[in-house]
């Protein structure tokens, strides 16, 4: 509930919350939790979307163009996925959330 209100009322969370909890507290393989994570945050995103769309709120220009932009970056991540290491993935991970609470805090 609480990853889902905040990816609800800030758009964050698929990476920074949902990951660490999987993997660490559920004990999910990290490749799975990045795979239920995206899972996770498309429905919860969707649902944000709409309200969000219906209100107003929305650049939807700017948000299809990114959505299009996103399947190249899909389509590429889910082929390294496959090909890199369980430990790999982890770093990688971890590295990403760490550098993004780094810009947030200090950006």
């Given at each position: 509930?609480?990853?889902?209100?905040?990816?609800?009322?800030?758009?964050?969370?698929?990476?920074?919350?949902l990951l660490p909890i999987l993997n660490s507290l559920l004990n999910v393989d990290i490749k799975k939790a990045v795979g239920s994570s995206v899972v996770?945050?498309?429905?919860?995103?969707?649902?944000?979307?709409?309200?969000?769309?219906?209100g107003g709120q929305a650049d939807m220009e700017t948000a299809i163009w990114f959505v299009l932009g996103s399947l190249l970056g899909v389509a590429t991540s889910s082929k390294l996925m496959r090909m890199l290491s369980e430990r790999l993935v982890y770093?990688?991970?971890?590295?990403?959330?760490?550098?993004?609470?780094?810009?947030?805090?200090f950006w």
């Open positions: 509930m609480f990853c889902g209100s905040v990816l609800g009322s800030t758009g964050v969370g698929g990476g920074v919350l996770l945050a498309l429905c919860l995103s969707m649902i944000t979307a709409i309200s969000y769309a219906k770093i990688i991970t971890i590295s990403v959330i760490t550098v993004s609470l780094l810009m947030y805090l």
